[in-house]
């Protein structure tokens, strides 16, 4: 059986770790290698630091991969491709590696970032029409930088990185740069009518109205295209200089008139956004890393930002910030047994400095976070940077001096034990995914939409909605994308559902449920009920006439003189559904539908599920296109 229907999906996703190419001369240079250090050398240096060398090719290699030929002019010069985590944006560059290789081997300090606010700083408006769309703005100038070829092409495929990375392809965030000479401040960011703006866009030589930006795009640069629907088609945000000139149309494209060249002085740097932390992230990691090549190093133009209610913002930002850990715990994490003073020196060489030691808190240790540093977010990130800057082959190894049994959980084994049971019932499993429209949660199941379930803020595609509050739409769906297969189909799934649960912490709590579906030219009905009886045969709950003849043979044992153990079993039951179903059973047919009870040996029933045929309304809304009958219990109650 394909119980794969991921197929329909209108988005498909692969996320994968970002990865730099580095020419070997020049990281040989940079990092001061002499000829006789190797390969070998430079991979151990990498996984000490805690990144991966990936591999190592050519420009001529990978173009013969890529295309099956190279051009006579393609370098075959090693270039060294390195794997980077992914939460490290301040290594996606060549210059943000080389960097922190220099700190990491002592050759250099980490440096200390300053931003300088001119008297008459440049500023920015954003207009309150942005309120609910994009309204985020952060900037930063770089002041007289030096390009070369290499810096150049490293600039550009460092915002490309951040798209795709913290910026989740431009959705969240999105960088534009401009060549401050130029253009004239002040600068007002607002949306727009498509229909009344006209600018020439990147790499155009004409102006183009905005509402045939996409057409224009889909024509010459469809790479870009393909960003639109992030945009609202009533209006677009741009940013405009002081004559009235487009900068910008975040987050699709820049214009012609301000793009930066080689022979670029001064950059603008704009980042747009709906969420300011990423905004201050990528802005961060930008300015600072390229700072470096200003004629002041590492110092950075600040920008005033007057966001849409009027409050007054000076941008970037990039004081240092604290995060506490305590030595012993930090110790006792790692298993060694290090000074405070050798731990503060060592985070050195991870671009963290500390504050100075003091001896009234002598077992308080508290880093510094550069802003490049966007991933030390909690005192386990400096126990962590201290660990990869001790050497894990330094720390020794020792035998826990704890003993511990492990053991499945009751409730995994109870439903390994019935995956097994219904499997030998000739049923065949299937696996669904976990999330689902709210048409196959509610409407298809002919259920009013009550806010039961999870709804997920941001879904890739209407069919990842909400999480489910029923194994059932996985099942129907999965019939559906089958409907060729040879009836009747038998399947069953024993998963999780997602119910919002106020008493619980984070408002929402799983349930185990046990679902069974048969679907042929008749219902089925009685397959199923056979199947139900099974399943709580094997669980030990009998009916009730079951248990009244264990108690008359077990009284009749003790009669006679002999011993029986006492019944205390519980028992179960099927009541018929009445005209108008619980919301949660209303997929079952009109007076063919139950509520399956349990009741304890102290007589408390509890509801457990439902059995029953379904109805025509939901069989058509899935196009299943045959008769079916359905069962769904909660097994957490035979736990």
């Not at 090693?78 to 490290?88: C, G, T, V």
């Not at 060694?336 to 731990?343: C, F, S």
């Not at 019944?567 to 179960?572: I, K, L």
């Not at 058509?620 to 079916?628: D, S, T």
Request: aromatic letters at 8%; hydrophobic letters at 40%; glycine letters at 6%.
């Amino acid at each position: 059986i394909n119980a794969e229907y991921g197929t329909q999906l209108t988005v498909h996703t692969k996320f994968e770790m970002p990865t730099i190419s580095i020419p070997k001369t020049r990281l040989w240079a940079e990092l001061g290698f002499d000829e006789s250090y190797t390969q070998e050398q430079f991979e151990d240096l990498c996984f000490k630091f805690g990144v991966e060398l990936d591999e190592v090719t050519s420009e001529k290699e990978m173009q013969q991969k890529e295309k099956g030929t190279a051009d006579a002019t393609a370098s075959e010069e090693e270039i060294y491709k390195i794997d980077i985590p992914a939460n490290r944006y301040d290594l996606v560059c060549a210059e943000g590696i080389i960097l922190a290789l220099k700190g990491f081997q002592g050759q250099i300090d980490y440096p200390a970032f300053k931003v300088n606010v001119p008297e008459k700083p440049l500023e920015f408006t954003v207009d309150k029409n942005l309120n609910d769309y994009r309204s985020v703005l952060v900037c930063g100038v770089l002041r007289n930088i030096t390009f070369t070829p290499e810096r150049y092409a490293s600039f550009i495929d460092l915002q490309e990185k951040l798209h795709f990375n913290i910026c989740r392809r431009r959705a969240l965030a999105s960088v534009g740069t401009h060549d401050l000479d130029t253009v004239s401040a002040p600068f007002a960011y607002k949306a727009e009518s498509p229909a009344e703006l006209s600018f020439a866009p990147l790499g155009a030589t004409d102006s183009v109205r905005g509402d045939n930006l996409k057409a224009h795009m889909d024509e010459n640069r469809p790479t870009i295209s393909k960003y639109f629907p992030l945009l609202r088609d009533d209006a677009y945000p741009l940013i405009r200089d002081s004559e009235g000139r487009v900068l910008s149309l975040p987050p699709i494209i820049n214009s012609e008139h301000s793009k930066i060249s080689l022979a670029t002085r001064n950059v603008l740097i704009e980042v747009t956004a709906t969420d300011a932390t990423k905004a201050d992230i990528v802005l961060n990691t930008i300015v600072c890393l390229f700072s470096q090549f200003c004629d002041a190093p590492f110092e950075i133009e600040a920008v005033r930002v007057r966001d849409a209610a009027g409050a007054v913002r000076v941008t970037p930002e990039l004081g240092e910030r604290r995060v506490e850990a305590s030595v012993a715990w930090i110790n006792a994490c790692i298993g060694v047994e290090l000074e405070r003073a050798h731990m503060a020196d060592i985070l050195r060489r991870m671009s963290l400095r500390c504050e100075p030691l003091d001896d009234a808190a002598p077992d308080a240790l508290v880093a510094l976070v550069p802003p490049t540093r966007s991933d030390i977010l909690h005192a386990c990130d400096v126990m962590e940077d201290v660990a990869i800057a001790h050497g894990y082959d330094n720390i020794a190894k020792t035998v826990p001096n704890i003993a511990c049994v492990g053991a499945q959980q009751p409730l995994n084994r109870l439903t390994d034990l019935l995956r097994n049971e219904l499997a030998q019932a000739t049923y065949t499993e299937v696996l669904t995914l976990s999330l689902c429209s709210r048409d196959e949660n509610y409407a298809h199941l002919r259920r009013p939409n009550d806010g039961s379930a999870v709804t997920v803020s941001n879904p890739a595609t209407y069919e990842f909605q909400v999480a489910r509050t029923s194994l059932l739409p996985g099942m129907f769906k999965t019939v559906h994308h089958n409907k060729g297969a040879p009836k009747p189909l038998k399947l069953f799934e024993v998963s999780d559902v997602v119910l919002r649960d106020a008493a619980v912490d984070v408002g929402a709590r799983n349930e185990r449920r046990l679902c069974a579906l048969y679907c042929g030219n008749t219902t089925g009905f009685e397959y199923l009920q056979g199947l139900l009886d099974r399943v709580m045969q094997v669980l030990d709950v009998v009916t009730v006439a079951d248990k009244q003849k264990r108690a008359a043979a077990a009284a009749a044992s003790i009669k006679a003189g002999g011993k029986a153990m006492p019944v205390r079993n519980s028992t179960y039951r099927c009541e018929l559904l009445g005209a108008e179903p619980p919301a949660n059973a209303r997929w079952t047919f009109d007076g063919h539908g139950a509520s399956v009870i349990v009741t304890s040996h102290d007589g408390v029933d509890t509801h457990v599920g439902y059995i029953g045929m379904v109805h025509p309304e939901t069989v058509n809304a899935f196009e299943i296109g045959y008769p079916c009958s359905a069962l769904e219990i909660n097994i957490e109650h035979f736990e």
